[in-house]
């Protein structure tokens, strides 16, 4: 006997697959309500025939997700309209503040750099730019990129980020933030306005290395670390805004928050 969950999903599907048949719609719209209809009428035929999915297994490991497989939500969403670029940054800096007295943030930053290789540290003892790499890689193997509710700006903790492995541009710069000062070193944010968009609309950070200069990361792209938006992509100079316990205002900008 079919589960309700499996009742629902097939008469998604059923949905979508009548979609697939509309003639006004073009040949590859159509071919898309095409697959997703079999993807749903597939996920819920093998629910009856496998019984409840898998559990959810550890990041990098494939697993089915389903009602089963998660368990009692314990999300609390922090529902925020910010009416300035600077508050928008200082919310993302108090998630960051959080994540470096969180334990589970404490720990992976040291779990990244104690690995081995062959009985040797596979992160070399004070190479700046190797540990710098290696959190940045870990972020990016953990967590897609993923949108904001299309009603409200979500911050997350960068416990919850590393919870839902996902996040959109705040949420990886304030866990990206929170591991490296987990291990000593200073960052800071910097929001860009790109051509295209009517304001703020992208925040990434920078690491300041031993030899005082400041490194570029933007973990929610896939390009390696030292790469930035291109000052040619830019409507104005960037904002930049470094971490502190109570973020001092910079130059007021109202009415202009940043959707990234």
């Not at 009428?41 to 999915?53: D, H, S, Y």
């Not at 933030?177 to 609309?201: A, E, K």
Request: net charge positive; with cysteine; aromatic share 8%.
């Amino acid at each position: 006997m079919l589960g309700l969950d499996q009742v629902v999903g097939m008469l998604v599907g059923a949905a979508f697959g009548l979609r697939a048949f509309d003639g006004k719609r073009s040949l590859l719209v159509r071919l898309g309500y095409g697959l997703v209809a079999y993807d749903l009428f597939r996920a819920a035929l093998a629910g009856r025939a496998a019984g409840p999915p898998a559990s959810v297994g550890l990041p990098g490991e494939v697993a089915q997700v389903g009602e089963a497989a998660l368990p009692p939500t314990k999300t609390k969403l922090e529902f925020s309209k910010v009416h300035s670029i600077e508050e928008r940054v200082q919310r993302i800096h108090e998630q960051a503040l959080k994540g470096v007295k969180d334990p589970k943030v404490y720990e992976l930053s040291r779990k990244v750099l104690s690995r081995k290789c062959n009985g040797t540290w596979c992160i070399p003892e004070r190479d700046a730019p190797a540990e710098v790499a290696a959190l940045f890689a870990e972020v990016r193997g953990r967590v897609r990129y993923t949108l904001d509710p299309t009603i409200f700006d979500a911050f997350q903790t960068p416990q919850k980020t590393l919870e839902l492995h996902t996040g959109d541009c705040d949420d990886y710069v304030a866990l990206t933030m929170s591991l490296l000062m987990s291990v000593g070193y200073p960052v800071q944010s910097r929001v860009v306005w790109t051509q295209g968009w009517p304001t703020w609309n992208h925040i990434y950070l920078r690491v300041r290395m031993p030899d005082s200069r400041w490194l570029p990361l933007d973990p929610s792209v896939a390009r390696p670390p030292g790469w930035e938006v291109p000052s040619s992509s830019m409507v104005r100079p960037p904002l930049d805004f470094d971490v502190k316990e109570k973020q001092a205002p910079r130059t007021k900008i109202l009415n202009e928050t940043a959707r990234a």
